[in-house]
């Protein structure tokens, strides 16, 4: 964006140029004939000259004035949920260097930006505000859901970028633990797996999902879960295995308002030919696997029907808000709590 601004700088200081340049020629009759083209060509030469100068002073405009802030939007909520969108972002500024560094993943998550904002509105139809933290920066320069190192590749901007996202969760989660106790933290992507359904990441592979209920509830699985808080402690009496893939886990809700999610009571073990996303560095960071009151899922957004266009957006959007509202209720807390 501050590409664009820089580039429109220096377009209105072209126009101011020839203003100058005409002085002194506007007496006679043949002079002011020739005004306009003059003035015509001395604009077009000097627009050219300084366009083509433009680049260099840029990238020297834009070392100077890297803010971070212009990179990560921020809302605080007023309900114990945050949103956090990692890789939506599509800004590439010309001062980070494309990452390359350990193997580097660059694809963005498509429309989850958009997603997040129909969530939104959809909560706000109830009076509700999750908190909500979106990366802009495209992840070919800092990648939001991976460590520091691995997110910036050495570059002060992306690092201090990375830096600024991950310190709004956790003040998210400060303020969540203040006003409510416990809470639930969703880190919102979209995966291009051929299979068209919403996939859930509570940071267990696919083939710890296909062990027995029993190994799935002992204490060396549960330890291993982001919503292990919430199998300990929940108002239902459910297991872990319940909360996973009963009927009302979040991914049997989903599928109950019309989206088909793994895991889930229709649909309970991804294969491991599946690719399937069971969760990330955020997922791990920001739930209950890292101890605390705050669960953790990774929900991968599937795109045909979903997220591809404006109303299937808000389609989900609803159904979203639906299923989460519902999964709240059961398992958190009798109503869900508003709290500015
Ligand atoms: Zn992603």
Same mark, same amino acid.
């Given at each position: 964006m501050e590409v664009f601004n820089l580039k429109y700088d220096k377009v209105e200081k072209l126009e101011l140029k020839?203003?100058?340049?005409?002085?002194? *020629?506007?007496?006679?009759?043949?002079?002011?004939l020739i005004h306009p083209f003059l003035k015509s060509f001395y604009?077009?030469?000097?627009?050219?000259? =300084?366009?083509?100068?433009?680049?260099?002073d840029e990238a020297i405009d834009i070392l100077n004035s890297f803010v971070a802030e212009d990179y990560v939007e921020f809302e605080m909520g007023n309900i114990p949920i945050i949103l956090s969108v990692p890789h939506g972002g599509d800004l590439k500024p010309v001062v980070i260097a494309n990452r390359t560094c350990n193997n580097a993943v660059s694809v963005m998550d498509e429309f989850t930006i958009e997603q997040a904002r129909a969530i939104?509105?959809? !909560?706000?139809?109830?009076?509700?505000?999750?908190?909500?933290i979106i990366n802009k920066m495209h992840r070919s320069k800092m990648d939001a859901n991976r460590n520091r190192e691995d997110a910036s590749c050495g570059?002060?901007? #992306?690092? #201090?970028?990375?830096?600024?996202?991950?310190?709004?969760?956790?003040?998210?989660?400060?303020?969540?633990?203040?006003?409510?106790?416990k809470g639930? !933290? *969703?880190?919102?992507?979209?995966?291009?797996?051929?299979?068209?359904?919403?996939? =859930?990441?509570? =940071?267990l592979y696919e083939d710890e999902l296909a062990l027995p209920d029993e190994t799935l509830n002992s204490p060396a699985l549960l330890k291993a879960s982001s919503i292990q808080h919430l199998a300990k402690n929940n108002a239902s009496g459910s297991l872990h295995t319940d909360l996973l893939k009963g009927e009302k886990a979040f991914g049997s809700l989903l599928s109950q308002a019309g989206f088909l999610a793994v895991p889930s009571n229709k649909d309970p073990i991804p294969l491991v030919s599946d690719n399937y996303f069971s969760g990330g560095y955020n997922t791990a960071n920001y739930s209950s696997y890292k101890g605390g009151t705050i669960d953790g899922i990774q929900v991968e957004c599937n795109r045909t029907g979903l997220r591809d266009t404006k109303s299937n957006r808000q389609t989900f959007a609803m159904a979203f808000v639906? #299923?989460?509202?519902?999964?709240?209720?059961?398992?958190?807390?009798?109503?869900?709590?508003?709290k500015n």
């Open positions: 020839p203003f100058k340049l005409e002085k002194g *020629i506007q007496n006679s009759v043949k002079q002011r604009c077009f030469l000097t627009f050219i000259i =300084l366009v083509g100068c433009a680049k260099n939104m509105e959809e !909560f706000a139809k109830r009076g509700q505000k999750p908190y909500l570059d002060k901007n #992306a690092h #201090a970028v990375w830096s600024l996202f991950h310190s709004q969760i956790q003040n998210s989660i400060v303020s969540i633990k203040t006003k409510f106790d639930l !933290f *969703i880190d919102l992507h979209g995966h291009g797996n051929p299979k068209q359904r919403v996939e =859930l990441g509570y =940071l639906n #299923a989460v509202t519902t999964f709240l209720k059961a398992h958190y807390f009798d109503e869900v709590p508003v």
